[in-house]
């Protein structure tokens, strides 16, 4: 991945420092400099000299008013997302961060481009303050409580963040609390904190300039982790393992005789030991109801054969039974843990053999009307019990529409899942025909047309958005009546890819890279095809490995393969965006862009690299433009703007090369 990075310096009341410092970084580093001037009382621009001001390299943005150190670094990454840089750098603007340490954060970047890097200051010497160092073992604590992770230095300004992970966020507060919440936050969802060790120079304390109110900083600060605190108390994302603790502990709560205390008894365990407040009280429930009956009984009797009174006789009962309620509730929270993450998306189609073979017979038997007619009753489930591709959904329409309310942006969700269903039950009925059943229109076929005629083998991009497979059958009309090959890992009842195999009517077939725990070997497979002149298609807007980039696509970063354009450049032949979408009701429109040329072989490893996302880029506005006439077309029901690719289950990749954008450029 080409790694973009951008420098950001917040700055508030800093006249004797900026200048300096960001001559300095101009001078001493490569990278693009953003300082947010968060409304100092001397506008920073007026501190600078015409010749910085002009250096590209630098931008200033400025806030009327001050806003707080943490709304300055939302600006950055709303600046740093628009101008698709991959990860920002904060350092502060009072000359704390040295310039030199700048280069030991990038080396570790380069070896995690997905993970958070934290620069943990060396607070060692006379200079450092006293408050600041127990600041620093403070506010740790509070992290390690709320995560159950450790970090070495939670209150560091010196930080990179990757913007994928916080493209999405919304955060809660402005001020120096922002670091503390943003950190927590990334935490939660699952994103690692790296420490790098870094030296900082605390001036004399009759030149020390802060902008941290000593009493409303530390009330917000405590405020936030008060909050994070009780919050971290209901999350759901602990382990089998400490649930079922929790569940075991809330039993043996349940069983004791403080009846009318045990919501606060859970309460204050829950506090103590770390243990999530709804499973403790899960556990409890097993004081109400018609269990009393049997458990006051119950320990009468353990209290009298043991001969402890009946109060220790609760105590033991509610420890065996909490054992016990524990364990198997660990068997049946891993379980589900499990299931869970196998029904993430893995290619299968939804529904089941039954619905899909009804959903088969009533198109096979009572036509196109019956079986759209029946989505109104089959969308609404897949809207309830599909709720990965609910939420990606959701989360396309918030970029794509962002003003639009939640129940307009509902309404779009169960349209697209609408406009999904009549797509592929189009695809069905027409698999049950040789003759042609759609009207078929095409744009720029004989794009695709010319490398044929010449035998010349081609690389088709396109995504998961219209219908490509039913669309392309309109290059029929224009003597083209061979057989493409997509490229896709296999998986267990890829029903439409069955039947695509079966019936000859069908342009696609397949080409399989991988099954169950089987390597792949891509590559060799599409250079046998390219060599026999069969076009080959890639869907890239679904990275299955670690070879894609992140490019900019409706505004935010998002992940796109950018292996169809290496294979391209090695095999010697062109790259063509190709599209289908589906207009009204009965016509399909296939779309062929002008071919791209990768010439590879002139050119250097860097060259190659920045064509290739260039390229991306390319494909990306490309798609944007085609989204702006089918908007409701994207079918990628994968949280795409939020989530890290990773290899299907049982395909090996090796590690990952990262390059940073400037020594491509160098």
């Given amino acids: 991945m080409i790694i973009r990075m951008c420098l950001c310096v917040p700055t508030y009341n800093n006249p004797k420092t900026i200048r300096v410092l960001i001559e300095e970084l101009l001078l001493k580093t490569r990278f693009p400099i ?185 009330v917000r600060i405590s405020m936030l982790n008060s909050i994070l605190v009780i919050l971290s108390l209901f999350k759901s994302n602990h382990s089998a393992g400490l649930a079922s603790l929790a569940i075991g502990v809330g039993v043996f709560i349940g069983c004791t005789p403080f009846v009318g205390f045990h919501t606060l008894i859970a309460a204050g365990l829950s506090f103590l030991l770390r243990l999530n407040f709804i499973w403790l009280c899960v556990g409890t429930q097993i004081s109400f109801g018609p269990m009393p009956a049997i458990l006051i009984p119950a320990a009468l009797e353990l209290g009298k054969y043991l001969g402890v009174g009946w109060a220790l006789g609760t105590v033991i009962m509610g420890a065996v039974l909490g054992v016990l ?57 897949f809207y309830f019990f599909a709720p990965q591709g609910r939420r990606a959904m959701q989360e396309y329409w918030k970029i794509r529409s962002p003003r639009s309310n939640a129940v307009i942006r509902q309404l779009l969700v169960l349209n697209q899942f609408l406009k999904f269903g009549k797509i592929l039950l189009d695809r069905l009925y027409q698999s049950f025909h040789s003759e042609r059943c759609f009207k078929i229109e095409s744009s720029g076929a004989q794009h695709f047309l010319n490398p044929m005629q010449n035998h010349q083998g081609i ?140 010439k590879f072989e002139t050119r250097s490893s860097s060259a190659k690299l920045l064509e290739g996302y260039q390229l991306l880029v390319e494909f990306s506005n490309t798609v944007e433009k085609h989204l702006n006439r089918f908007p ?8 795409y703007w939020s989530t890290v690719p990773q290899p299907p289950e049982g395909i090996s990749e090796g590690k990952a090369r990262h390059f940073l954008l400037e020594d491509l450029e160098g």
């Fill in 325 to 381: 309620v524990g364990l198997i509730s660990y068997g049946i929270l891993k379980n589900a843990k499990k299931r869970a993450k196998s029904a993430a998306w893995n290619g299968r189609t939804r529904g089941g053999r039954l619905g899909n073979g009804f959903l088969k017979a009533v198109t096979r038997h009572l036509g196109l009307k019956a079986a759209y007619f029946c989505l109104y009753f089959i969308v609404p489930y």
């Fill in 459 to 598: 690389i088709m991009v396109g995504g998961h958005l219209g219908n490509w497979d039913l669309a392309s059958r309109s290059l029929g009309k224009h003597g083209y009546e061979g057989r493409f090959m997509t490229v896709q890992y296999q998986a267990e009842g890829l029903h439409f890819n069955q039947i695509q195999e079966q019936n000859e009517s069908s342009n696609a077939k397949p080409l399989p890279l991988g099954k169950n725990d089987r390597p792949a070997q891509p590559v060799l497979s599409v250079r046998d095809l390219l060599t026999q002149g069969i076009p080959v298609g890639f869907l890239v807007d679904r990275p299955v490995g670690n070879h894609f980039e992140l490019v900019p696509f409706l505004g935010k970063l998002a992940p796109m393969d950018s292996a169809p354009f290496r294979i391209a450049g090695i095999c010697k032949v062109p790259v063509i965006f190709t599209f289908g979408f589906k207009q009204g009701e009965s016509t399909y429109q296939f779309i062929a862009e002008s071919p791209k040329e990768l």
């Fill in 632 to 639: 409701d077309q994207w079918f990628n029901f994968f949280p």
């Fill in 34 to 218: 953003v300082v947010v001037d968060d409304g100092s009382d001397r506008p920073v621009q007026s501190l600078l000299s015409d010749d910085l001001l002009k250096n590209a390299r630098l931008t200033v943005l400025r806030h009327e008013r001050n806003q707080g150190k943490g709304k300055a670094i939302q600006t950055a990454f709303d600046f740093a997302v628009q101008k698709a840089f991959t990860h920002l750098f904060t350092l502060d603007g009072d000359g704390q961060h040295l310039v030199g340490e700048i280069e030991k954060m990038i080396a570790a970047v380069r070896e995690h481009p997905w993970d958070v890097i934290l620069g943990n200051r060396k607070m060692t010497g006379e200079a450092v303050p006293k408050v600041s160092r127990f600041g620093k073992r403070f506010s740790n604590f509070w992290v390690n409580y709320e995560t159950r992770k450790s970090v070495s230095d939670s209150q560091s300004g010196f930080r990179i963040y990757p913007l994928f992970h916080v493209q999405n966020l919304k955060f809660w507060t402005q001020h120096f609390d922002f670091e503390i919440e943003v950190l927590i936050r990334l935490m939660w969802k699952g994103v690692t904190i790296r420490d790098v060790e870094i030296d900082v120079y605390y001036p004399p304390p009759q030149h020390r300039v802060s902008h941290f109110n000593k009493f409303w900083d530390n």
